[in-house]
């Protein structure tokens, strides 16, 4: 069984040595949890400048969907590289955008023809999504979620609501956004219970907002997760999309599903709202798309993607080293990954829930396929949030060579790549179990 190896203190001397350059010259924005230095990665694994090696269960924040520098991918990444780098896909043509695109509409979970543009991230294909809502509906507002990350860019930050210093001292931002209260049953924004709520979060859409402040006839687009991501791997009831959906559609609302962390295979179907039966209109995609080369979609019917020659584009999105590598990453998905995503999902949320028996800190347990979080708790009853004891098994599992990774204020992600083994899961939890027994001491 292989198992992380931790030859030196860490960081290591050399990992030491390149976060100091790093402080000094990189922008201190970044959020780095702990000192990892990645030289080299393969499947699960990475190793680090001074020859430790760690098992990763973040995935590069659920990018390396294939895993580490998968041969395949990176044969077609080498392949692509030898014949060419870059022709700019919106001013000119070559085949792996065309192909790529090709591939994504036939993957479209709706009826009818499909378009794709391209841009370089997630931020940039839910922008590409507001702008495209905006220009169809020629309407105003949108409705986004509490808890939601959309990235980063001034249009995708305005529909974020994930962490206050990400905005702060941003604003003004796009007006016009009104966020509202996600499907969190577990700490249920309206005090009430599932089943017997009556999905009161989106009842409430129609019969408080909709009266209240927000004229429906006005409002462009829903932006929401189908399960939520940064906010805490929150997975909503089997009925929330489809009532909101149903909701949208009465008042003409476009839906536009954020799959940028949960699509592309990770929870078992290619994309997230498939486990919901919602078909959206619109779809944000990147992360997982292509394995780690930078690369968004926004995918959407054809007869709402009716934009103008020059309303939209980006010089290096739909590059064709990345769109190769999608090419390569959606065969591997289709073959052999989503089936392993959904296997191993449940034989790791099977484990957590034993685990969860015997450690009364764990309050929660939720996700699909390889999209798994877990809330730590200092009291079941009270679900007082153990957010401190969340960071400090984030960091006594990098000394033990476990990467992980938070979400929410006091939830655990596990998002291994989606070649994950059983053996892997095994080593992952064990070291996982002995944090939680140390953070609470
Ligand atoms: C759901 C979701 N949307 C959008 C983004 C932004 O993606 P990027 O960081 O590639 O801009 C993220 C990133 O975490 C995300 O999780």
């Known amino acids: 069984m292989k198992l992380p190896e931790i030859r030196t ?42 020859g430790n090696t760690f098992l990763d269960f973040t995935s590069g924040i659920a990018v390396c969907a294939t895993g580490h520098c998968h041969p395949k991918v990176v044969n077609a990444i080498k392949n692509q590289a030898d014949k060419l780098l870059h022709m700019s896909g919106t001013d000119f043509y070559y085949t792996p955008q065309i192909t790529l695109a090709e591939k994504l509409a036939g993957l479209a979970p709706w009826e009818g023809e499909t378009k794709v543009y391209f841009g370089n991230s997630g931020a940039e294909a839910v922008e590409a999504a507001f702008k495209l809502a905006r220009w169809f509906t020629k309407r105003e507002l949108n409705i986004a979620f509490f808890g939601a990350f959309h990235g980063r860019t001034m249009g995708a930050l305005s529909l974020t609501a994930s962490k206050v210093i990400q905005k702060k001292h941003y604003n003004p931002l796009i007006p016009g956004i009104t966020h509202i209260p996600y499907a969190y049953c577990y700490r249920c924004p309206y005090h009430m219970s599932y ?68 699509g592309m295979g990770r929870t078992g179907k290619m994309f997230a709202m498939e486990h919901f039966g919602v078909a959206p209109d619109i779809m944000a995609l990147a992360k997982g798309i292509a394995s780690g080369m930078p690369l968004g979609a926004m995918v959407a019917k054809s007869d709402i993607m009716v934009w103008e020659a020059g309303s939209h584009a980006s010089t290096f999105g739909g590059n064709p080293i990345s769109c190769s590598a999608a090419l390569a990453t959606i065969e591997l998905l289709e073959t052999e990954l989503m089936k392993n995503a959904e296997v191993q999902g449940r034989y790791l949320m099977t484990k957590l829930q034993e685990m969860q028996k015997s450690e009364e800190c764990i309050g929660d347990v939720r996700g699909k396929g390889l999209m798994v979080g877990v ?36 939830t655990i992600r596990f998002a291994p790549a989606l070649c994950v083994t059983a053996e892997e899961i095994d080593t992952c939890l064990s070291l996982f179990e002995e944090t939680l027994s140390e953070v609470k001491k």
């Open 9 to 50: 203190p860490l960081p290591g001397p050399n990992a030491a040595a390149l976060v100091n350059v790093d402080r000094t010259h990189v922008s201190p924005s970044y959020t780095r949890d702990y000192p990892l230095v990645a030289e080299k990665g393969e499947g699960l694994w990475i190793r680090d400048p001074d």
């Open 195 to 262: 089943p017997d709520c009556g999905i009161e979060c989106v009842r409430w859409v129609e019969e408080g907002l909709f009266r209240t402040t927000m004229p429906p006839q006005e409002v462009a687009a829903i932006f929401v997760e189908p399960i939520q991501g940064e906010g805490g791997y929150i997975v909503p009831p089997p009925e929330f999309h489809a009532e909101l959906y149903k909701i949208a559609k009465k008042y003409g609302i476009l839906y536009v599903a954020d799959e940028v962390q949960a």
């Open 375 to 410: 809330e730590l708790v200092k009291d079941r009853e009270t679900k007082e949030r153990a957010s401190e004891w969340r960071n400090n098994v984030i960091q006594n599992a990098f000394r033990k060579g476990l990467l992980l990774l938070g979400c929410g204020e006091n």
